[in-house]
């Protein structure tokens, strides 16, 4: 009873990751690149510990990162495996490459879609650029309203709230501005 035996793990051992050679050569290129991001490096220095048939916590601790963050890649990589080598024989290393990077890159986040498109925004800060008596406006200096209104009225959008062209003009590039663009509401 004095003697300590080693813990073992506990749980199902986690599915292994394959990769072939080409795989293996090129993610170990990434994680050396010194131009590669350290998030995409991460990710695959995970994948790789994945391949050593490494446990998600052992993985986990060595990476500072959670163990669910190990069962994400470990899961995308298991996923995309037959996709993966399809490209590997069947296109360039360019396009390997090009598949493993997307396969590593975030995925997009819920929430409500854009309303106002980047040109949108482009528009509306020129529009506030300009002299609001241009636009026969009755003010000297644009406020969160006549702007509203005039973007509406030259149909660069169908509807917008004064509060959201201030939101526009305060978060915009107006970063070398010595005052604000519009008079205050």
Known sequence: MGCMSERKPRGPQPEKVSLSLKQSELLERLSKRPSTP??????????RQCASEARNQHIAEVEKVTVNTVKKWRGRWLQAEAALTEVE???????????VEQLFSDQPRSGAP??????????ILAVACEPPEDSARPVTEWTP??????????????????????????RGGFETASQSVLAPS
């Open 89 to 99: 024989t069947e296109g360039s290393a360019k396009d390997l490459e090009a598949a």
């Open 145 to 170: 309203r006549e702007l509203a209104d005039e973007v509406v009225k030259r149909a660069i959008v169908d509807s917008i709230s004064p509060r959201q062209t201030g939101r526009f003009l305060k």
């Open 38 to 47: 350290q998030q995409l490096a991460q990710r695959v220095r995970i994948v």
């Open 114 to 123: 854009l309303k106002f498109t980047a040109e949108q925004v482009c528009h």
